[in-house]
Structure formats: C-alpha cells, structure tokens
C-alpha cells in the first residue's frame, strides 16, 4: 500500500473500532474490549510506518475535492510532514496505552462500551487533525473532540463534580471556538484557500492582507483548546473524569490539538510581531500562574493538570520565538511523560484510597505496595523537573535555548520583547515546576503514619503500560539528535548556559521544597484530615469516584485541604489561599460574564411572560369574548332566526331609504 493509503487508514481504523463498539455494546459485550484495544493499536502500528516511510523528507500531499463550494474549495487533504507523522506516533501509542489501562481500570463499569468507543472517536479525531491538509476537515476532528471531551469528563455524571466540569469543559472551549472558526474564514478569505500548503504559500507571497487580526482570533480558540490564560480554568475541573481519560487529553489529544495547530500555520502568526508578542505575554502568565496555583493544590490530579497547563505554556512560548521545532519536541516528550503521571496516578489513587496528598502523607509504606507505580512516576517527575538526562531535560532546554536566540537576536522570526519574555517567565516557571513535582512525591511516598489500605496487586493491565511508556520518557531526548530531519532540520542541542541555569534553578526549587517538607513534617504526627479509604476489593474506578465525592465533603473543595505540613502552604504564604483557588478567575468569570448573561437572561424570559405573552394572551381573549356573545345568538331555535332574520331586513331597508333621501336633499 503507498504511504498516502496508511495515513487514511491510521484515523480511520479508531473511527470504525469505535463505530464496531457501540453497534456490540449491548448484543456482543465479549468483543468491546478487542474493538477497544486493536483498531488503536494497529493505527498505532501504521503510524509508526508512515513516520519511517516519510522519514523526515519532503511532506508527502494528496487531495481529493470534497465538495464543490463555488467560492472557496473544501478539500479531503492531507499533509504529511515530519511533525505530522511524530505526533501521530505519540497519539497512536497513549491512545492504545489508554484502551488497554481502561480495560482494567473500568472493568465492571456498565458503561464502559461507550467509554471505549468515546476514546476511540477522540483518538480518530486527534489524529485526523495531525493529518489534515485543509482547515475544514482539521476543524471537523477539532469539534469532534470538543463533543468526546464533554462526554468523557462526564463519565462519572452521578457525582456533581463531574456533571459541571464537563459543561464548564464544553461551554470555555465553545467560547475560544467562536472567534477560532471566524479566523479560519478570514484566513479562507484572504488566501483564497482552506489549503494548508496554499495558505503558507499565500503568506510567503505576501498575500496576507489582515495578519493581526486573523492571528488573534485563531489564538483565541488555540487558547481554549490548549487551556492557556485566560481560557484555561476548565481543565482542572476535568479531572473529575476517569484517570485514563485525563491521560488521553493532557498526553495526546485534546490539549496537544492548540499548539499543534499553531506549529503547522506558524507562518501566519509569524507575518504579526504584535501576535507573537500577545502570545509570548500569554504562555508567561500561563507558565508562572499555574505553577504557583499547582503548588497549592492537595487533589494529585490537580497538581497534573495544572502541570499540564504551564508545560503547554512552555510550548506557547517556543512557538511565540518562531520555533515550532522545539514547540513539537516538547509536545512530544510531554505527552510521554504525562501520560505516565497520569496512569500512574490512577493506581495511587486506587491503593490509597484517596486523590488527597494531605491524606497520603499519614500513610506509610504506599511506595512499597505499588513500586510499578512508583518508579514510573519518580521518572516522570523528574523527566517533568527538567533533570537530565530524561526527556523533559532536552525538551525543555530546546524552547529556552530558542528563546535566549530571540532575546539577543541571533534569530529574527520573533520580536526580542517576545524571547526575554519567554526565557525569564521560563526559568521561574523551572522553579515552580520543581517545586511542585517535587512537593507531590514527597507527600505520595514519603507519607509517615498508618499501613496504606492493601487492595492486592494492581491487574498487569495497568502497570504494563507504565513502563512502555516510561521508555520514551527516558530515551526521547536522547534519541532527539537523529531526529533533527523530522524538526525541519534544526538542531535541538541545549546549549551550555541555558542547561546549567535551568538545571541550576530546577534543583534549588526541589531542595528548597525538600528542605520545607522536612521542617513541616513534625505537623503530620496531628490527626488525618479527613483521609477516606475506599473499599479494598473495589475496581479502580469505583475508588477514584469515592475519593472525588469524599475530597469535597471532607475539605469543602475538591482543590484544597487545611493541612498544616502541607510544604506548599509555608512556601507560598499568604499567597497560598489565592493560588489553590487558580487566584479566582472562576469567581471573577461569573462576576463578569455569567452573572450579567444570567440577568439578562431572566430580563428576557420576563419580557417574553410579562410582555410578549400578555398580548398574546390579550388577542386570544378577544376572540374568545366575540365567540362567547355569537355563541348566545345559536338557541337552535327557527323562529328565532327567522325573526332576527326579518329585523335585521327591516334595519337594512329603513337605512337605506334614510340614505336615499339625504343624497336626493343633497
């Protein structure tokens, strides 16, 4: 088969597993599971041979005409470049490592068939975006994962906490989406072409009349989609859904969809320096905000999700210096290593019995009951941390390395305002990133109290794939320089001094936070916090839904826990109260959108009762009345008509003589 003939094949074959799972769902249960897991892992498979087959060459281009438009054509396209087949890979192997953790995690969850055909759907969507040659298919995979993404995060809609986050998902990333799908048009409109190819050419050319404009209305839907300021606060909420499903959109979907995005057109953001320098000042606040709110965090998943957050903000920021090389090297290692945060997550959620750091720092030996989860998890954190050699280190230095590059001026895509930016908001976001992921593992394994809750050992489904996808969290960056083809050809060696500072701040903020801990773990000998500890013999995704319902009632919010050795309390201080609350954009969002929507909203639902309505009503009794008094005239009566009949003659005569005779005098 040719290369062209894969890469169909590769989103195509989740879309049919997924199709297969809800027609079987109910008449062949046996065959979920296999729908679930093998259509994603031979896409997996045959992305892998199209990444070898593209080999970092020329982009491979096929079209189709779609459908006639008359004006502006839609084309079935693809566009296969080195960025495209890597990313596809990436998408291909936590998706598969998704499916196969879920059959274990959820494996008496009723409705599990479709929860796999929904992770299927997600995955053919995502991958139909990597692949897509023109911007309307990409835009259809785009909405697709906005539907999935809804109903994923409310997999567990008997809880509150789930039904909201998945509205409040659904409704922020629609907010971006409104301007992002006016921006395609624009772009359409200026080049003449939903083309991926015609449009960069187009630039090329000049022949971007409204570059500002267009650029900002399509990093409006990026910022939603890849949660960055100000449209990021409904991804931590999302963690209310299943773990393997946070997995899926902070690895490889969702999230990753923005930034890939802006990597494919970074041409069209280049040809604005304003643009460019809106979206360095955003992956700043980005970076810095959420790792100071994850610092705050007591959920596990939430300081993830913030983490998320801020490694997205790192991606921004390469792609606001002009390097989409690093922004996708990023992206790539990234999504390895959070997956394996996230997978791992779940199972510490599952042998502790709680999402609650405060409660598992009173429990003791948890690292022992789980080492598969354990060592994993340390690597990630550390590949997070940015410590060398694992892939975080390489990534990471490649986007302060292109922004130390703009900053002086040895490149020129970008403003110098943009690189000082990034590489400064860069190297406190190290910092913090340190800070925090050191704080988690500290309180998740180095716990002093009572045994953790024995729930046997984790099913080998779960902790296979911790250590498949540990492999590229270690080896990525290493492997990165020959893969300098598939990155545009430009070298993603750290340089001296960006690594000995970064590397340099990132230990500081670990030994600081360690040093912390050991001074406030006096304070864990006080009481539990209100740890609760679900049932030992509970599948896992019954014990994450106890502890989401559980956190809430036990703290009184599913983000914090007044816990007094809480190493993050004492290092943030007073700013501790507004950082576990993401500094209250929430609050801020209602007191400025939705409390002015909601009240015109009642003005115009008491317009329509009160006003609208009564004439309405005020027509209707009219003809009601006139009704009623013709309705008295039928008695059923013949003399009665007859008589009415003969007066109502006699009127008419008497007024026509009447007449006749003051026309005559006239």
């Not at 971007?208 to 909420?237: C, E, M, N, R, Y």
């Not at 050809?489 to 590397?503: W, Y």
Request: charged letters at 10%; one cysteine or more; hydrophobic letters at 55%.
């Amino acid at each position: 088969m040719t290369t062209t003939t894969l890469a169909v094949l590769v989103p195509l074959l989740p879309f049919l597993g997924a199709a297969a799972g809800l027609l079987l769902g109910r008449t062949a249960p046996g065959f979920v599971r296999p729908l679930a897991v093998l259509p994603t892992l031979a896409a997996a498979a045959l992305a892998v041979v199209v990444a070898a087959r593209q080999g970092g060459g020329p982009a491979i281009d096929a079209a189709t005409e779609l459908t006639p438009t008359g004006s502006v054509p839609i084309d079935l396209a693809l566009h296969l470049d080195g960025f495209a087949v890597l990313v596809a890979v990436l998408v291909g192997l936590v998706a598969t490592c998704v499916q196969i953790y879920s059959t274990a995690y959820l494996k008496d969850d009723v409705r599990y068939p479709s929860y796999a055909a929904l992770v299927s759907l997600f995955t053919s969507a995502m991958l139909l975006v990597v692949y897509s040659g023109d911007l309307m298919v990409l835009l259809v995979g785009w909405e697709i994962m906005g539907i999935c993404s809804y109903f994923l995060v409310g997999h567990y809609w008997e809880t509150p906490e789930a039904r909201s986050a998945s509205l409040k998902a659904f409704l922020v990333t629609k907010l971006g989406d409104v301007p992002f799908l006016i921006g395609l048009f624009a772009l359409a409109a200026d080049t003449g072409t939903f083309r991926i190819t015609g449009i960069l050419a187009a630039v090329r050319n000049g022949g971007l009349d409204h570059p500002t404009l267009i650029a900002l209305l399509l990093l409006a839907g990026v910022a939603g989609k890849s949660a960055q300021f100000p449209l990021h606060t409904w991804l931590p909420d999302a963690m209310a859904g299943p773990t393997p499903v946070s997995a899926l959109i902070h690895a490889a979907t969702m999230v990753a969809a923005g930034i890939y995005f802006v990597a494919r057109l970074l041409p069209v953001f280049a040809a604005s320096g304003a643009a460019l320098v809106v979206l360095a000042v955003m992956a700043a606040v980005t970076m810095i905000g959420s790792g100071l709110a994850a610092l705050a965090q007591d959920d596990i998943k939430r300081v993830l999700a913030y983490s998320t957050i801020g490694q997205l903000g790192y991606m921004s920021g390469a792609l606001a210096v002009g390097d989409r090389g690093a922004a996708v090297f990023h992206l790539i290692s990234h999504g390895a290593f959070k997956a394996v945060l996230f997978l791992a997550a779940g199972v510490v959620i599952h042998a502790a019995g709680t999402n609650s750091l405060a409660a598992m720092s009173r429990m003791g030996n948890l690292s022992k009951r789980i080492p598969d989860a354990y060592w994993t998890m340390t690597v990630a954190l550390l590949a997070l941390a940015a410590i060398p050699p694992f892939a975080g280190f390489f990534s990471k230095e490649a986007v302060l390395v292109a922004a130390e590059h703009t900053a002086f001026g040895d490149r020129d895509v970008a403003p110098a305002a943009a690189g000082w930016t990034i590489l400064v908001a860069g190297l406190a976001a190290a910092v913090l990133t340190a800070a925090y992921a050191t704080r988690l593992w500290l309180l998740a394994f180095r716990g002093r109290g009572p045994q953790a809750p024995d729930h046997g050992k984790q099913p080998v489904a779960m902790n296979s794939v911790l250590w498949v996808l540990a492999v590229p969290t270690i080896a990525f960056g290493l492997a990165a320089g020959t893969l300098t083809d598939w990155f545009d050809g430009h070298s993603l060696t750290p340089s001296l001094t960006t690594a000995v500072l970064s590397t340099g701040v990132g230990l500081v903020g670990g030994l600081v936070t360690y040093g912390t801990w050991r001074h406030t773990t006096a304070l864990a000998d006080r009481p539990p916090v209100g740890a609760v500890a679900a049932h030992p013999d509970a599948e896992p995704a019954l014990v994450e839904v106890e502890a989401i319902t559980s956190h809430t009632a036990a703290y009184g919010t599913i983000a914090g826990a007044p816990d007094p050795s809480d190493p993050g309390r004492l290092l943030l201080g007073p700013l501790h109260r507004h950082a576990v609350s993401g500094f209250h954009l929430d609050a801020v969002y209602t007191a400025l959108f939705v409390r002015p929507v909601g009240a015109a909203a009642r003005l115009v639902r008491f317009l329509d009762r009160e006003v609208v309505d009564t004439y309405v009503r005020g027509a209707g009794s009219i003809a009601r009345g006139l009704g009623t008094a013709v309705r008295r005239a039928q008695t059923g009566n013949v003399q009665t008509y007859l008589g009415a009949l003969l007066a109502g003659t006699l009127v008419l005569a008497i007024a026509a003589v009447v007449f006749a005779n003051v026309y005559a005098g006239a």
